[in-house]
């Protein structure tokens, strides 16, 4: 079993998780900048803008750490193609394009 197999397993199952994430905005943790404070899960704002971002990498990785990993026994038999690794992070890069529209088209 060769664990170099999960990675393009990995970086896709990261960069859809990741869109999901940022769209319905499952972040693990919250980080309140101004007051220097930590907050698990979504948290409204308290002094300032929250920032997300830290959660929905933290989700992200877990999510496709365990996806990776239930994936692992099914790469003993099946090379994932290493083009999933690239196709698909490009694929929500474009995703992301369209949904940031309105500030490429001010």
Not at 12 to 40: C, D, K, M, Q
Not at 51 to 74: D, E, H, K, N, Q
Not at 95 to 100: A, D, G, R, S
């Amino acid at each position: 079993m060769s664990y170099t197999r999960v990675f393009p397993l990995f970086a896709a199952a990261f960069a859809v998780v990741y869109v999901l994430s940022v769209e319905g905005n499952w972040a693990l943790v919250t980080y309140h900048p101004r007051i220097n404070e930590w907050e698990w899960l979504t948290r409204p704002a308290k002094s300032g803008p929250p920032m997300y971002w830290y959660g929905w990498l933290a989700t992200s990785f877990l999510a496709a750490s365990a996806i990776s990993l239930v994936a692992l026994p099914l790469t003993r038999r099946w090379q994932p193609p290493v083009w999933i690794g690239w196709a698909v992070p490009l694929a929500v890069m474009l995703v992301f394009v369209y949904l940031l529209r309105s500030f490429f088209l001010r």
